[in-house]
């Protein structure tokens, strides 16, 4: 028993000395959900220009990332499971899916960049302005967007998307930033007829089909690093719209997490929405809006790019 239980440390050991080197010693991961082959919706980490299938590897692993953050240690059974895994397959060879899909909760922060405030000449908030949009709203990074027939201005807003990691309840704002997993890239697609429509409130005109595309892919914080040190950019048909920075982000994240934990508890999967940078459809001159036809291309550095169509 003795030299079973020593070969068995052995080979333990073999493996977390492998995955240090493949992944390194901290945990560095950009995290997809992909379909190959099937319609099974399946985890990734990528490496390289390579997927390793997480689930052909593990079986017992959830295949929804939201439920795979659920359980204990999540970060850790990825980078063990990638680190062991010989199963890949080539990024071009699967379909990228939104990196969340079905979180609990949605949550959006409105008018949260100081030169967006500035150039609409609005008063900076004193506190965030939340908002929530459906989960049945996301969409992927490289979908089509349905236009709706129900508004004529659709706008794009994008966004630097904060991913919960574990349950969050009275957090404080100096502890706040463990309870983060990892970010992405988001439209926060609006609606801005319908906020006139409905007395300014923020429900409707974030609530049409597919007016939250995600991803490509989750990173780590650690993947990132600072997140106020990223610039955001969207191109409608090619054509630079917004280019703004995540320094100048009013609310910062670890206050937002402080305040919503105030009220409601953050499940891991939650998405908090921190803000667009000036430059939204609205604010062009003369106001112009997405149609059918319209490719909108959206990029964070260190994250990613997505391009979806309007259709």
């Known amino acids: 028993m003795y030299i079973i239980l020593k070969r068995i440390r052995k080979v333990m050991n073999l493996v977390k000395k492998v ?34 299938d997480v689930n052909a590897t593990d079986p017992t692993v959830p295949y929804s990332l939201v439920e795979f953050l659920q359980t204990r240690n999540p970060l850790d059974a990825l980078k063990r499971i990638a680190g062991s895994s010989s199963i890949e397959h080539n990024l071009s060879d699967v379909k990228l ?10 949550l959006g922060v409105a008018s949260n960049y100081k030169c967006d405030c500035t150039k609409r000449n609005i008063q900076f908030p004193k506190e965030p302005t939340v908002f929530t949009k459906f989960p049945s709203v996301i969409t992927g990074p490289y979908d089509e967007i349905p236009k709706s027939p129900s508004t004529n201005a659709m706008d794009w807003e994008i966004e630097l998307v904060a991913v919960i990691g574990k349950t969050a309840k009275h957090v404080k704002a100096a502890d706040a930033m463990d309870f983060v997993f ?14 006139m429509r409905n007395g300014g409130q923020l429900v409707m005109c974030k609530g049409f089909d597919g007016f939250c595309p995600l991803g490509p892919w989750i990173v780590t914080k650690e993947e990132l690093g600072d997140p106020y040190d990223v610039r ?4 409608i048909n090619g054509e630079l719209k917004q280019d703004g920075h995540s320094s100048s982000m009013l609310q910062r994240i670890d206050k ?22 000036y430059g939204v459809g609205a604010s062009q001159i003369p106001p112009q809006y997405l149609k059918s036809g ?3 291309e959206s990029e964070i550095d260190k994250i990613g790019k997505m391009s979806n169509k309007i259709v």
């Open 19 to 52: 995955s240090q080197n493949i992944l390194g010693n901290n945990p560095k991961m950009r995290i997809v959900q992909f379909r190959y082959g099937d319609d099974k919706t399946r985890i990734g980490v990528l490496k390289n220009d390579r997927v390793v």
């Open 97 to 106: 899916l939104s990196p969340i899909t079905k979180p609990d909760k949605i």
């Open 182 to 195: 990892g970010y992405t890239v988001t439209q926060d697609l609006t609606a801005k007829d319908w906020v």
């Open 232 to 235: 955001l950019r969207t191109w």
């Open 256 to 277: 937002m997490i402080e305040y919503l934990s105030s009220v409601m508890t953050l499940l891991p999967g939650d998405l908090i929405l921190t803000g667009t940078p």
């Open 294 to 296: 319209d490719v909108m």
